[in-house]
């Protein structure tokens, strides 16, 4: 089993940044992904951005330059770092953990204001 715990959501103006965490512990093996998702209100949740154990990362096209995900893996900790944030960012962001299961986090709300 794996848990995930996520902080750092909450509301924000739009052009403010937020940095979200999300803390991973139990059966941690390598290989491994974790990944950050969101899903606003009426929409089908889909990916942020994604690193491997290795460091290896992926984002979403459009957010490219605005969001930066990183991880501490002596933590096993991963980071979601959202800068020039917009209304349409607003969204429960989900992180998840891909090894030998998949592992979804609770959620944190990320609202930002016009």
């Known amino acids: 089993q794996v848990q995930l715990v996520e902080s750092g959501g909450g509301l924000v103006q739009a052009g403010g940044s937020l940095r979200l965490s999300c803390a991973a512990s139990?059966?941690?093996?390598?290989?491994?992904?974790m990944d950050w998702y969101r899903q606003a209100a009426g929409k089908q949740r889909e990916l942020v951005a994604s690193?491997?154990?290795?460091?290896?990362?992926n984002y979403l096209d459009s957010l490219k330059g605005r969001f930066t995900i990183s991880r501490d893996n002596a933590k096993n900790t991963v980071y979601l770092q959202m800068n020039s944030l917009k209304p349409e960012d607003t969204a429960v962001y989900y992180c998840?953990?891909?090894?030998?299961?998949?592992?979804w986090g609770q959620g944190t709300q990320v609202t930002v204001s016009a």
């Open positions: 998840r953990y891909l090894g030998q299961r998949i592992y």
């Open positions: 139990g059966k941690i093996f390598s290989p491994n992904v």
């Open positions: 690193i491997t154990n290795s460091g290896i990362t």
